[in-house]
Each structure stands twice: as C-alpha cells, then as structure tokens.
C-alpha cells in the first residue's frame, strides 16, 4: 500500500503556478494553514506536472486539530442518535448527488479512470449507508431477573477523538471506511490522508459540514511522518486507524498500542489467484486482467499472482495476453481502460521490477515499458505487464509491487497451489477459479487468509460484513467497518442494576446475600 514521504519543493514558473492552489488544513470547521511553512507537490499523474501543494502539518498543527476535536466531542456525543442518523442520511444523499465531482478530483490527483473513481466512490456510499444503520448495530443487551431483583444490561459509548491514517491508492474510499462509522457512533475524528492526493479528503470534510457535522467533528491535517507521530503519540487521540503497507501497519500499530490505543492497522498484500483445470478459462482470464490492472494494480485487493496449474497454464496465459492486447491505457478523463501510476518514482520503481525477473529466469511475456499511451508523454506511464514462469524465489514474487504487474506461477496442481499461498507471509485476500465445489469448499476451509472469492477475483466485503487479512496484511484483530467497526469504535458498558421495591417497605426482601 502507500507510505508517506516528504518532498522538495518545487522551483520556477511550476511552483508559482502551484502557489495559486494551495491545499490547506481543515480544522474546526474552517481552512488552516497552521504554522509549518513545509509543503510538498500534488501532481497531475496524466501530465506528468505538479498542478498543487499541500501543507504539511507541524506537531502543534496536529495538536490544534486534536483540541478542536476533543472540545467538539461533548456536544456531539451528547447529539441525539435521530440527529446524528439525519446528518449521516443527508451526508449520503449530497455524496450521491455529486459523485461525478468527486471523481473527477480522484483522477486529476491518483490518475485512475474516471470509471475506476467512480467504483471507488461507490463502495465508500455503502459504508455511509451502514453509517445511517448505526442504531441496529450500537444497542446494548438487557438481562432480566438475574437474581432476585436484580437486572444487568450494558451500554454502548463513543471513545473520543480517534485518528484515521489513509493512504494514497483509494483517497476517497479509505476514509469512508472509517469516519463514517467514527462519527454515527459519537466520536470526533483527525484524519491524515496520503499527501500525495489529499483534496478527496478536504473536499469531503466541506461535504459533511454542508450536511449539517458541527465545526470540530471532522478535521484534516496533512503531512508526512511527522504529522502521522503526531497522532500516534498524542495523549487524547483514543484510537487509530491505518490503512497502507506493511512495514509501516506494524509500526502504526506497535507506536499506537504503545501509546495506550486502540488500533487497526491494515496491511499489504500478494494476493494470489488459483486456477484449476477444470475452471472456465475465459471468466479467468477476464478476471485476472480486471483484478490484475484495474487502478493501475494500485490497491490492496488487486491480483498480483496467479498459480496456473501446468495443463492449462500456457492456454491460460495466451487468453490473458490477448486480452491485455485490447486494454487502452492513458489520461483516465478520456474513456482509457487504465491510467498513470501515482508519481514518477513509483513508476520507476515498478519498472525496474521487470529487469529483475527477467535476470530470475522469468518470461517477460507483455512488456508495459513500451505501451502506446492516449496521453501527454511526461505522464507516469507504465502499461499492463505479464510475466510468466516466475520463481517463488525472485522478488518479483515475493515484494508487493503495487503496480500493473501481472506473475504468474506454474503449479502440478490443487495442493501446491494452496501450499505457495499459505507460505505467503501475507494473508489478505485470495481467489480460486473452478467448477468443483469439493475443491472450492477444501479451499475456503484450509487456505490461510482473511478474504476469499470462489470464482469472484477481488473478493472484498460489502459494508455490512468487515473487512481485514490475516497474517501480515492485519495487525491486531481489528476488521475495517462492518459489525467490527462498530466495535472498534465503542466501548461497552455493563450496568447491574438492583432497586428497592415500595410494595415490600423499601426492602428488596429474599435477596441471597452472596448473589
């Protein structure tokens, strides 16, 4: 996934042109510069050309929006549950209204295709429709009669101010995940977007100001790893959630726990697809391009790896690489199948993967370095690449890429197929392609990751499941939204309850003592 880095600034006529659009802060209900005179480049991935700059956040910064926060999570707290449900239900109504917007702002910023933006956008809206259930999901338990007189239920309350981590590849989604489900529940939120592409994450801050969030609810600070210290280490934030790689998931979540909060932390990701012999070769193929490419390979839940077993591999990569054949890849404004990647070093590192497996005795079947582009040619351009034969040995295989690199590894079959996938270190999510159902129930019982399509390739969760990875792809048992969500972000009361009965004198007569 993405980490955070800090960036020069930019010099000559790009940086006055950027000076004109600033991205700032949103803190108590207004735009902030704060007192960091730091900034770094948002580019426009498709031009190749820096077209904004972003404030990066200073510890104070960070401070004041975590002030604004806990002043403003009383009032909200103590906000009905009817009324904090109509903002939420008058937050979806203007997202859905305005999608097209804010599309448009994730493909001038990340570079996906409008078509992709538009997806993302789309799952986000299930998690605010979750958002607007929050009463069926927050209710506590009652117990009557426990003993004699007495009842026990429980409750469930908001924590406080919580910080939310996003990262670069989903800039509208990612949040959505999260402060959604923060908010409905009572608590007030910071988050952190990637600085690479943060104006989604302003954009909808303003949003759900306009459906009536009071000042102080929902904050954005920008920055890099100081900006990300800053809430981790900072004695009011009560949780934190994260999106992004691995190595960076484990230290959000050692820092944070070690900090005394609650933590998701979510990880990176190998996903792999099994293919069978007896699979429809055509849905594969079809699945694995669409899994593979989509959002330039730029997300958690895209396929990098496909086990193609031996006696259908050379069909099965033949039927992929036709199909990539008819992918038109450029500017995402202008009907292309796939975009740039996020910036210049990004590509350049996916690219020097290539060299890599062809010197670990791989076969560079499709090669995305020389892809026609229906774009301007300084874009970060890396078209759909395969490879085929690639040793579980070669980092090619081993690395999350992140990028629109397609590997395929020959397996003899079910059972190396499903070894290579649980010797993975990472566990989020995986797919299986066949028409056997014994094989497809053996696999979702004995494969060791957290998400599983049989015959679906991406197989994410909708809202009102959770979402999250096993092994190094989850750090701690925290699932993003869904039931866990909800958890994650309440703590529960257990209230024993005993009152005295008029109709005995006061007395609450026959109550064993040792009850």
């Known amino acids: 996934m993405s980490q955070t880095t800090s960036a020069a600034p930019s010099t000559g006529t790009e940086a006055k042109a950027a000076e004109a659009t600033m991205v700032e802060h949103w803190i108590d209900g207004a735009s902030v510069a704060g007192d960091s005179e ?74 996906k295709v409008l078509s992709d933006a538009a997806g993302e956008i789309a799952r986000g809206l299930e998690v605010v429709e979750l958002a607007c259930a929050m009463p069926g999901y927050t209710k506590g338990e009652h117990s009557e009669n426990v003993s004699t007189g007495i009842d026990v239920y429980s409750t469930k309350q908001p924590l406080g101010v919580v910080g939310i981590i996003s990262p670069f590849n989903f800039p509208a989604m990612v949040p959505l995940w999260f402060f959604p489900l923060a ?143 008819r992918l038109t890849i450029g500017d995402g404004t202008r009907g292309c199948d796939m975009g740039p990647l996020i910036t210049r070093e990004h590509r350049d590192k996916v690219a020097g993967y290539l060299d890599v497996a062809v010197d670990d005795g791989a076969s560079l079947v499709v090669d995305g370095r020389g892809v026609e582009i229906d774009g301007e040619p ?37 059972e190396e197929g499903v070894g290579v996938i649980n010797e993975s270190p990472y566990g989020n999510g995986t797919a299986i392609f066949t ?41 701690g048992d925290a699932k993003a939204y869904g039931p866990r969500g909800f958890d994650f972000y309440t703590q529960e009361k257990a209230i024993t309850s005993r009152w005295l009965d008029p109709s005995h004198g006061g007395l609450n007569l026959g109550f064993p003592q040792h009850d």
């Open 38 to 111: 730091r900034t770094g480049p948002v580019y426009n991935p498709a031009r190749g050309v820096e077209q904004k700059r972003v404030r990066f956040a200073s510890t104070d910064d960070v401070d004041t929006a975590v002030q604004a926060a806990a002043r403003a999570f009383p009032g909200w707290r103590d906000t009905s549950i009817a009324k904090r449900q109509q903002i939420m239900f008058t937050f979806r109504e203007l997202l859905n209204s305005r999608t097209d917007e804010l599309a448009a702002i994730l493909t001038s910023e990340h570079g």
């Open 183 to 325: 908010i409905a529940t009572g608590n007030t939120v910071v988050l952190k977007p990637s600085e690479k592409d943060p104006s989604a994450a302003i954009w909808l801050a303003r949003l759900m100001q306009e459906a009536g969030l009071p000042d102080g609810v929902l904050n954005v600070v920008h920055g890099d790893k100081v900006a990300v210290d800053a809430l981790l280490e900072h004695p009011t934030v009560r949780a934190i959630s994260f999106v992004g790689s691995t190595p960076i998931a484990k230290y959000i979540y050692e820092t944070a726990a070690r900090n005394g909060k609650r933590v998701q932390a979510l990880g990176g990701a190998k996903n792999h697809m099994l293919v069978l012999p007896d699979a429809d070769l055509d849905l594969a193929a079809d699945a694995a391009v669409n899994a593979g490419f989509g959002s330039a390979g730029e997300r958690c839940m895209a396929v990098s790896v496909v086990l193609a077993v031996d006696t259908i591999a050379d069909e099965f990569v033949e039927k992929v690489a036709e199909r990539m054949s």
């Open 378 to 414: 300084d874009g970060f351009w890396l078209g759909p690449t395969l490879v085929d034969k690639v040793p579980t040995s070669s980092k090619v295989y081993r690395d999350e890429i992140f990028g629109p690199v397609l590997s395929v590894v020959r397996v003899d079959g079910y």
């Open 435 to 475: 028409n056997d159902g014994g094989a497809a129930r053996r696999f979702q019982r004995e494969v060791t990751v957290g998400m599983i399509g049989i015959n679906v390739p991406i197989p994410v969760p909708v809202a009102y499941h959770s979402f999250g990875g096993w092994k190094d792809s989850l750090f």
